[in-house]
T-cell receptor, first 117, second 111 residues
Framework: EAEVAQSPRYKITEKSQAVAFWCDPI?????LYWYRQILGQGPELLVQ????????DSQLPKDRFSAERLKGVDSTLKIQPAELGDSAMYLC???????????????FGPGTRLLVL | AQSVTQLGSHVSVSEGALVLLRCNYS??????LFWYVQYPNQGLQLLLK??????LVKGINGFEAEFKKSETSFHLTKPSAHMSDAAEYFC?????????FGAGTRLFVKA
């Protein structure tokens, strides 16, 4: 069964350093999502792509976070510089992105757990 | 704007007992509603969803949920809990085009 791949699974960094996370969605999925999940909370959408275009990044802290999906396939989320409050699980998800997009199932990867010291 | 409230951050049941996890939502447009499950250090997996049509939705692993518009609720149930059901459960709503997740309910199953 096709899965969403993410790497690394775990990352420990010091504050003020740069970190990057990678996501490879299920083949053929046009929509890609990055979520941040703080311990004890539900996921919060950071950015949503339709193919290579950003359709929602209203919750992305743009002074330090950036996301790209240059060829409309895999995606990278970067944090520079990292802050203590960025410690969280970063989840990537993908969906087909067709006409029924609003009700589509999102398929989640295993996540990257980030710890900022 | 839409929001989701999950009542009870922790729920504990005995193995074989009824599982009831509560979810209430608000949405200015007809909502799409989802329940996801998350096991430790893993991503989320869809249990079931309501988009249109039948208000009683059946999902995987014996779970089901009923959309009640008048009560703005979408509670998750399972007749008989199994030890393997112990996990975190998230209710989510799509009112416009953004998915909003609840804070989650951790289910404990006692032997």
């Amino acid at each position: 069964e096709a899965e969403v791949a993410q790497s690394p699974r775990y990352k420990i960094t010091e504050k003020s350093q740069a970190v990057a996370f990678w996501c490879d969605p299920i083949s053929g999925h046009a929509t890609l999502y990055w979520y941040r999940q703080i311990l004890g909370q539900g996921p919060e959408l950071l950015v949503q792509f339709q193919d290579e275009s950003v359709v929602d990044d209203s919750q992305l802290p743009k002074d330090r976070f950036s996301a790209e999906r240059l060829k409309g396939v895999d995606s990278t989320l970067k944090i520079q510089p990292a802050e203590l409050g960025d410690s969280a699980m970063y989840l990537c998800a993908s969906s087909l992105g067709g006409q029924g997009a609003r009700g589509e199932t999102q398929y989640f990867g295993p996540g990257t757990r980030l710890l900022v010291l | 704007a839409q929001s989701v409230t999950q009542l009870g951050s922790h729920v504990s049941v005995s193995e074989g007992a009824l599982v009831l996890l509560r979810c209430n939502y608000s949405s200015s447009v007809p909502p799409y509603l989802f329940w996801y499950v998350q096991y430790p250090n893993q991503g989320l997996q869809l249990l079931l969803k309501y988009t249109t049509g039948a208000t009683l939705v059946k999902g995987i692993n014996g779970f089901e949920a009923e959309f009640k518009k008048s009560e703005t609720s979408f509670h998750l149930t399972k007749p008989s809990a199994h030890m393997s059901d112990a996990a975190e459960y998230f209710c989510a709503v799509i009112g416009g085009f953004k998915t909003i997740f609840g804070a989650g309910t951790r289910l404990f199953v006692k032997a």
